[in-house]
């Protein structure tokens, strides 16, 4: 058994034999045995039950995330992982660069007797659902074993086997493992029991069956097309990065806004069969028309397309009168309600399910126009989730789409974002979808498009954290329950943290982010960071001259006193409340900080920020610069020194990764994808979401900013580091890919 890898990693579920199994193969190849948990619980202190009962599953998780990283320096090693580990993605996708993992599989009935005569069960392993350890296993064990399958090597049967008649049959799997190497010879990973797959490089009629070649991507934004939030960046810099590094053939597809001017942007219209006609005053050569059934009334709306290609990504804009009369991605303008009072600026399209529908049915139907088929169709957010359904439920769909898989992704499951209509009736009408898939979609009683989803594609969140959450804490409730009632229909949320493209913020190119100097924070080298700060400061000292932007209150030109900074929607969810009662408590307890807050939202949020800046304390302080621009913006993360995030909850965050590649260290609430920024290494994090924790880690940041400024630079230049390691879009593109596999092997030669 020579020419092992250095470290061997034993995956499976509780109570599989990881740990007794290990300790032998160890003595017997020479290496060192590691038990994760065992390490796990040196660490923390405690067994895992006490430690959760004390900190929460979440410092476990973050704690063993990062022991997973640690395989990179080991040597001669075989290391047991607990049976949750499998489910950081990320991570075990670099395990595996260097790593041979081993399953150890069980049936049901086996795991569960063993962990009932297991004295350390209760100790050891506590329940993750709510329910007893034994009572969760069928539920872990439909989540996970697909996580397995895809994440290992090699695959033991654990069943009626002593430990070391299973230490004698992996010696044999590893000799025939080194012989088929020498042999060039395949072996399927993932396959029968007892099989196993080269590592690294696998065989070539693998590769070619396995590869994903063709994508498309169904939005209702897109970054420089249309957008209005974090949804816009991620659909872009992941098919731009599925193009340049995954070898994909990319195609995205979106509805025409009105606010968009295609022809001007270099679209053309597509040809696309023989019919022509009008479609809002304008004439198309080539139009096609879509089923948009009313309960009581069948009706087609005319649809045309424009084409055209960005950054090697074939892009599809959707021209129909539903898109082309609307000023905004998803909400009326102060436009539209001079124009009709009832529709009121900021309160979403009254028709924004069938929006949704006629963007999904034409983008199946533009593919079918195309002669395309491609391998997997990626949905974002509820606004695309019933597309899955369709394709599945649709007889001429189904025909065409059987080789085709569904990846659907929700970027926010909060309350008001599922796109869920009341109308049942409707709902079946406009979908064409059978009954008893609109009933069995229910969430409260409302169609929901993630429930109908559920059993015709792969679901994922967008970070492992937000997808813990939804499905195994209380915080569910904010979404209405969405991820129990996944959980409940056997569907496990993947959870992949959305990634970010360094260049596109890099200040070591101020042209192209508005920036008033040149600086490199992965160096250290922040002279320019200085000039930025102090140009953006005499800016507002002279009240602008802004664009789209409303100053109130000032701030004192002086570049050395911190500077706390906040972007984003002035709203609940994103904290903002909170944010400003803890700026008020701390503004007479530091007279050096200053507090900058950049965008608009809630009148009331926005009434009280303006408040602020008269305040006696706020004076010359506080400055609220109400409206966005996206170089001000960047202006703004660039001369800050801390960044605050105090979100109530939050399913990934992109705005911390900007503030840091600008050296703007974040302080967040510590949920949901934020997680991400390491306490005392990255930024700065608390638990507990009051205004008096975050005016304490504030003053924490304080401190710290006048006692130790290197440690503040160390700080600045770990989390660009950490974001080139681990959170570039080249990197998460592998985790979507594995993803894409797993959604179309959902319906192999259509199911």
């Known amino acids: 058994m020579n020419q092992l890898p250095e470290v061997i990693v034993l995956t499976g579920f509780r109570a599989t034999g990881k740990t007794s199994v290990g300790r032998l193969l160890a003595a017997r190849l020479g290496y060192t045995f590691v ?57 075990w996708r670099r395990l595996r660069e260097q790593c041979l993992v081993v399953w150890f599989e069980a049936d049901e009935a086996t795991i569960r007797r063993r962990m009932a005569g297991d004295a350390q069960t209760a100790a050891q392993r506590p329940s993750l659902t709510g329910e007893a350890p034994v009572d969760e296993i069928a539920t872990l064990l439909a989540r996970r074993t697909p996580l397995y399958a895809a994440g290992s090597d090699v695959r033991l049967d654990t069943v009626g086997r002593t430990p070391d008649e299973l230490v004698g049959k992996l010696a044999e799997m590893f000799a025939a493992k080194q012989a088929a190497r020498r042999r060039g010879g395949p072996v399927t990973q993932g396959g029968p029991p007892e099989t196993a797959a080269p590592q690294g490089e696998r065989a070539m009629s693998e590769e070619s069956s396995n590869a994903i070649r063709s994508v498309w991507l169904v939005t209702r934004e897109y970054e420089g097309l249309a957008g209005a939030g974090g949804v816009k960046d991620v659909c872009r810099q992941l098919a731009e990065s599925l193009v340049a590094h995954g070898g994909c053939s990319v195609r995205v597809v979106l509805p025409r806004y009105g606010f968009v001017d295609a022809a001007h942007l270099g679209f053309t219209p597509a040809a696309l069969g023989d019919a022509e006609g009008r479609i809002g005053g304008r004439r198309f050569g080539h139009v096609f028309e879509v089923d948009m059934h009313y309960a009581d009334e069948e009706r087609r709306e005319r649809v045309a397309v424009w084409q055209g290609t960005i950054n090697g990504v074939r892009i599809f804009l959707v021209e129909a009168d539903r898109f082309a009369t609307k000023r905004g991605v998803y909400t009326y303008t102060e436009e539209d309600e001079l124009e009709v009072a009832w529709q009121r600026a900021g309160g979403g399209h009254f028709d924004y399910f069938a929006m949704n529908v006629l963007l999904q049915k034409a983008a199946l139907d533009l593919m079918i126009l195309l002669e395309e088929r491609p391998d997997v169709i990626h949905c974002h957010d509820g606004h695309a989730a019933i597309l899955p359904a369709m394709m599945r439920e649709n007889a001429g769909w189904r025909a065409y789409f059987r080789r085709t898989g569904a990846v659907v992704t929700v970027h926010n499951a909060g309350l008001g974002y599922h796109q869920e209509v009341d109308d049942l009736d409707f709902a079946r009408a406009v979908t064409a979808l059978p009954e008893r898939v ?28 937000y997808g813990r959450e939804l499905q195994e804490t209380p915080d569910d409730a904010r979404t209405g329950w969405l991820g129990h009632a996944l959980l409940d229909r056997g569907m496990h949320l993947a959870g992949i943290t959305n990634g970010i493209d360094p260049a596109s913020f890099d200040p070591a190119r101020p042209e192209q982010l508005g920036l008033a100097a040149a600086f490199d924070v992965s160096r250290g080298e922040l002279a320019g960071k ?4 102090e140009t953006l400061l005499q800016r507002i000292a002279a009240t602008g001259p802004w664009e789209r932007v409303k100053q109130f209150g000032s701030l004192r030109p002086e570049v050395d006193p911190p500077l706390f900074t906040f972007i984003g929607r002035l709203t609940a969810q994103k904290g903002v409340d909170i944010l400003i009662r803890a700026i008020g408590d701390l503004l007479p307890l530091e007279p050096l900080a200053r507090f900058l807050v950049f965008g608009s ?4 949020l926005e009434q009280q920020l303006e408040s ?45 990764y900007m503030a840091q590649l600008l050296g703007n260290l974040p302080i967040v609430h510590r949920v949901g994808g934020l997680v991400k920024v390491i ?16 005016a304490l880690v504030m003053g924490r940041a304080l401190t710290t900013y006048a006692d130790d400024p290197g440690a503040i ?4 230049m770990a989390a660009v580091e950490r974001i080139a390691r681990l959170h570039t879009w080249e990197k998460v593109m592998d985790d979507y890919l594995l993803l894409y596999r797993q959604a179309r092997n959902l319906y192999p030669a259509g199911r």
């Open 438 to 465: 609109i009933l069995s979609s229910r969430l409260g009683g409302s169609f929901d498009p993630f429930l109908a989803a559920a059993p015709y594609a792969v679901l994922n969140t967008v970070s492992e954290n």
């Open 713 to 716: 630079r160390t700080m600045q």
């Open 530 to 533: 200085k000039i930025c700060k």
């Open 35 to 91: 038990d994760a948990d065992a390490v796990l619980c040196e660490r923390l202190g405690g067994t895992v039950a006490q430690i959760v009962a004390r900190s929460g599953w979440d410092s476990f998780r973050q704690a063993e995330r990062a022991l997973l990283l640690e395989t990179r320096t080991m040597t001669r090693t075989v290391l047991a992982t607990g049976g949750g580990a499998i489910e950081h993605t990320a991570e």
């Open 612 to 656: 602020l800046t008269t305040s006696a304390s706020g004076l010359n302080r506080v400055c609220f610069l109400r409206g966005f621009d996206p170089l001000l913006a960047n202006s703004i993360y660039a001369a800050g020194d801390f960044f605050l995030i105090p979100s109530r909850y939050e399913p990934c965050g992109l705005t911390d």
């Open 679 to 694: 306490d005392g290494e990255t930024g700065f994090a608390y638990d507990e979401n009051t205004p008096e924790a975050l």
């Open 601 to 604: 939202g809630s009148p009331e």
